[in-house]
C-alpha cells in the first residue's frame, strides 16, 4: 500500500449519441484521465462548464460506467475487481457532495429521515445511537443547536444549510474520499468561504482526502494542496496549487486565471478572448482542442494533441510550447 488514496490510469467515458442514422458517434466527455490523490489531500479539479469535470466524478462514484482505462481505489480496481459487485464499503469510502442543495434532498423527508438512512444503512451505529450521532454530525458542520433542525423539512432551511445537511450526511459514513462538485457555487457569495473553511477543518479533523470540483481558479487556489486543469475532456495543467497560479504554463490556465476579479485592480475582470466556443465533444479536432481559442497557436497544434510532459518538479502541462 501507497499513501495514493486514488488513482485514474487513462480514465476514458465516452457517451453514445442517440440520434437517427448517426448511432456511431460519441461524445468523447473525458479521455485518458490521469489523476492520483493522496490520503489527507485536496486536488481541485478546474475547468468551464462542458469540460468534463462532473464526469470524472460521476465516472468515480459509478454513477457512470467507465468506457476505458482504470481507476483504483486503495490500490484495488473499482470496476473489475475488488468492488466489481456494488458493494456497500465502496459506497461508504467514496462520497459525493453535488452541487445542487435544493435538489439533492428529498423534499417530502424530514432531515431526521434523511440523516438517519446512511446510520442505519452502513451499521455505523445501533438504532439507539442515531439520534447521538445526528446531532454529533450536525455539530461538526456547524448547524446548532442540531435539534432544533432534525424535524425540519428542506424547504425551510436556507441554501447553506443544506449544504451543511449534505455535508452531513456525506460524513455520517465516516468516508476516506469527498467528492465535491461545485458545493458553493449556489450559495450566497458572504457563506461560500465559511463552507470552504468547514471543509478544510473537517479535512484536518478526519484526514478526508477530497476532490474539489469548481470553474473558480481563485476557490481552488484558496482550498486546494494540487491544481488540476481540464478542458474540453482532457488534463491541459496539473500541479502544485501556489505553482499553477504563480507560474501558469497553458494557455487556458492562462485565459482562466484573466477571468478570475483581481483586488489590485480594483476587481475588474480583464478581457476574454472568447471568439469561439469548447469545440464539440462529438467531433473533436484532431489536434490541439484548445488552439482554435489560443493566441500561441503553433501549425502542429492542428495537427496532434501534445503529450502531458513534466516541465518543473510534479508541474506538468500539455503545450507545444514547452
Request: proline residues 6%; glycine residues 6%.
Amino acid at each position: 500500500m501507497t499513501d495514493k488514496l486514488l488513482q485514474l490510469d487513462n480514465a476514458t467515458k465516452h457517451f453514445k449519441v442517440r440520434k437517427f442514422l448517426e448511432s456511431n458517434q460519441k461524445v468523447r466527455a473525458m479521455e485518458n484521465i490521469n489523476l492520483e490523490i493522496d490520503k489527507g489531500e485536496i486536488l481541485s479539479l478546474v475547468g468551464e462548464s462542458g469540460s468534463g469535470k462532473s464526469t470524472t466524478a460521476k465516472v468515480i462514484v459509478k454513477i457512470h460506467p467507465l468506457t476505458s482505462g482504470k481507476i483504483l481505489f486503495k490500490d484495488r480496481d473499482i470496476y473489475n475487481g475488488y468492488y466489481d459487485k456494488e458493494s456497500k464499503e465502496y459506497k461508504q469510502e467514496v462520497q459525493m457532495i453535488f452541487q445542487d442543495p435544493f435538489g439533492s434532498l428529498n423534499p417530502t423527508h424530514t432531515i431526521r429521515s434523511i440523516l438517519k438512512r446512511p446510520f442505519l444503512i452502513h451499521d455505523i451505529c445501533s438504532p439507539k445511537k442515531v439520534e447521538m450521532y445526528m446531532k454529533q454530525k450536525l455539530k461538526e458542520v456547524g448547524l446548532e443547536p442540531p435539534g432544533q433542525f432534525l424535524d425540519k423539512f428542506p424547504h425551510e432551511l436556507s441554501g447553506g444549510q443544506l449544504q451543511r445537511v449534505n455535508i452531513a450526511r456525506a460524513m455520517a459514513v465516516e468516508p476516506e474520499l469527498l467528492l465535491a462538485d461545485e458545493p458553493t457555487s449556489m450559495l450566497d457569495v458572504s457563506i461560500r468561504i465559511n463552507m470552504m473553511n468547514k471543509m478544510m477543518e473537517l479535512k484536518e479533523k478526519n484526514n478526508i482526502s477530497y476532490l474539489y470540483i469548481t470553474h473558480n481558479l481563485a476557490g481552488a487556489r484558496y482550498i486546494a494542496d494540487r491544481i488540476a486543469v481540464m478542458y474540453a475532456g482532457l488534463l491541459v495543467e496539473i500541479g502544485p496549487a501556489e505553482r499553477i497560479i504563480q507560474n501558469t504554463l497553458h494557455p487556458y490556465t492562462m485565459l482562466l486565471k484573466k477571468a478570475a476579479p483581481q483586488p489590485e485592480k480594483g476587481f475588474s475582470e480583464e478581457k476574454m478572448n472568447l471568439s469561439t466556443e469548447i469545440p464539440s465533444l462529438i467531433n473533436p479536432p484532431t489536434g490541439c482542442r484548445f488552439h482554435p481559442r489560443c493566441e500561441y497557436k503553433k501549425p502542429e497544434c492542428d495537427e496532434k494533441i501534445p503529450d502531458m510532459r513534466e516541465e518543473n518538479e510534479g508541474h506538468f502541462v500539455r503545450c507545444y510550447l514547452y
